[in-house]
């Protein structure tokens, strides 16, 4: 491993917990204004994330759950606008905070002249509302999402697609990632990955991460790591730099 000039950042469950109070709730008020008697759970919910992309995630459960819904990809396309309506009204409530340690180290990093990307699979208006209500958008110079690339995660084409527009090496970048599906991708594109797990995803198979810790951390609320070593109470760029430098 190189000294890394890049970190990128997936979105759902790396940032902030948006599945369980954000996107999953908005699935459901989606399905109740198109007078479906749809709901998903919170537990069955964690079993539809193994498909990645909201609309993929729709199909998936037609096919699997409602085998005599004959539904268009039209249909399917019109009730995840609706969501992605109802996703961007529980954001702008402030539903869903950042997770600890997601600020001060976007903050650190741009103080350290590091590059900053983001991959995620979520629709590209999703993601923007989320940077919106928190952060700057402006500080990644690269924000690929949804369907810029063909393939969702665990695919790597998002990883391959931001890197070709960075123009650094996986060697020369951090990914931070949540789940065992974001970390295939960004592993099967080269790249180092930092997980910070959540309830969805703590009993994923993690094998290959570069480190697993609880969230990021921050001075007052240490982390825990799960899986590699890692030398301070939080993450923090400094001894990112130092831990990359000595390869
Ligand atoms: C995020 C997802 C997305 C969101 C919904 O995965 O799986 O499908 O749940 O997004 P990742 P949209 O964190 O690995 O990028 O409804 O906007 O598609
Ligand atoms: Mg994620």
Not at 45 to 73: C, D, M, N, T, W
Not at 142 to 167: L, S
Request: proline fraction near 4%; aromatic fraction near 10%; glycine fraction near 8%.
């Amino acid at each position: 491993m190189a000294a890394w000039q890049g970190f990128i950042f997936d979105v759902d469950g790396t940032l902030a917990e948006t599945e369980r109070e954000g996107h999953r709730v908005a699935f459901n008020q989606a399905f109740r204004a198109a007078g479906l008697d749809w709901d998903w759970s919170v537990e069955f919910y964690g079993q539809l994330l193994s498909v990645a992309g909201g609309k993929e995630r729709i199909r998936h459960y037609l096919e699997q759950f409602r085998p005599e819904e004959e539904r268009s990809e039209e249909f399917i396309r019109q009730l995840h606008g609706q969501k992605t309506e109802y996703y961007r009204q529980l954001l702008t409530q402030g539903a869903i905070p950042l997770r600890p340690g997601v600020e001060r180290l976007l903050g650190e990093a741009q103080q350290q002249g590091i590059r900053l990307a983001i991959a995620t699979t979520s629709a590209y208006e999703n993601a923007i509302a989320l940077l919106e209500q928190h952060l700057n958008p402006q500080i990644f110079e690269v924000i690929a999402a949804g369907d810029i690339v063909a393939a969702k995660k665990p695919a790597p084409d998002i990883y391959h697609y931001v890197r070709q527009k960075m123009e650094l090496s996986p060697q020369q970048c951090l990914v931070f990632e949540d789940s065992e599906q974001g970390l295939k991708a960004a592993t099967q594109a080269g790249f180092s990955t930092l997980v910070t797990v959540n309830d969805y995803t703590q009993h994923h198979d993690l094998t290959g991460a570069w480190l697993v810790v609880n969230h990021l951390g921050e001075p007052e609320h240490p982390l825990t790591v799960l899986q590699g070593h890692w030398p301070a109470p939080y993450i923090n760029v400094e001894t990112l730099l130092q831990i990359s430098a000595k390869g």
